[in-house]
Each structure stands twice: as C-alpha cells, then as structure tokens.
C-alpha cells in the first residue's frame, strides 16, 4: 500500500542487528502506521540536515518529526485499532518537499 504523510514520531530501537530508526506516520487519509524508517528517507533527512541546519548551528538537533514522506510498504493493520497499522519493506520511498523548502534553493 501506498503511504503518504508526515512523520510525527521517531524513536531508536535496539534489536538484533544494533540500532534501527522507527518511524510513526500519519497518512494524509487519516491512518497512522510505525514501522522501520526508509533507508532512503534516513539518509536523505541526515544529509539535508548537515548541509543546511548543521552548517549554520553546530547545537542544532536532527528533526525527522514534521517530515513529509511517501513510500509503498507492507501494512498489516492493528488487531485492536482499525485506524492504526504496522509497516515492513518500505520502497519508493522519498521526501516530499514543501514549497517553502523548494523555493529555498533557487
């Protein structure tokens, strides 16, 4: 299934292969889904983050909360939550800029 929608919680979790960056989205139609976060999407908000935040203020944090995404992923909805879902697999996975950020870069 497709997701697209804002990041609104982020948290590490220790498994067995180290750490893992999960992710809470709420989808644009109303669902919430967690899962692991997209290596594309990871790598990108990191990047973006060192080249623009970073750069500017050493103290600055990381945010991935507030960070629009879309990806196609395996959902398997909660037992007892008809709103809420789990995800695996993501792919297609990208970062959908807002217009404000577009028209930073010209």
């Not at 804002?6 to 948290?11: H, L, P, Y």
């Not at 498994?15 to 999960?22: A, F, I, P, S, V």
């Not at 909360?65 to 008809?82: E, L, Q």
């Given at each position: 299934?497709?997701?697209?929608?804002?990041?609104?919680?982020?948290?590490?979790?220790?498994?067995?292969?180290?750490?893992?960056?999960?992710?809470?989205?709420?989808?644009?139609?109303?669902?919430?889904?967690?899962?692991?976060i997209?290596?594309?999407?990871?790598?990108?908000?990191?990047?973006?983050?060192?080249?623009?935040e970073?750069?500017?203020?050493?103290?600055?944090e990381?945010?991935?909360?507030?960070?629009?995404?879309?990806?196609?992923?395996?959902?398997?909805?909660?037992?007892?939550?008809?709103?809420?879902?789990?995800?695996?697999?993501?792919?297609?996975?990208?970062?959908?800029?807002?217009?404000?950020?577009?028209?930073?870069?010209?």
């Amino acid at each position: 299934s497709e997701v697209t929608g804002v990041i609104v919680g982020t948290k590490i979790v220790d498994g067995h292969y180290g750490e893992t960056r999960k992710i809470t989205v709420k989808d644009d139609r109303g669902f919430v889904v967690y899962g692991t976060i997209a290596r594309a999407i990871e790598e990108k908000i990191i990047d973006d983050f060192y080249e623009k935040e970073y750069a500017k203020d050493k103290n600055a944090e990381i945010k991935f909360v507030g960070v629009r995404v879309t990806f196609t992923a395996a959902i398997t909805p909660s037992d007892n939550n008809p709103k809420f879902g789990f995800f695996k697999r993501p792919t297609k996975a990208k970062i959908i800029e807002t217009e404000e950020e577009q028209n930073d870069d010209k």
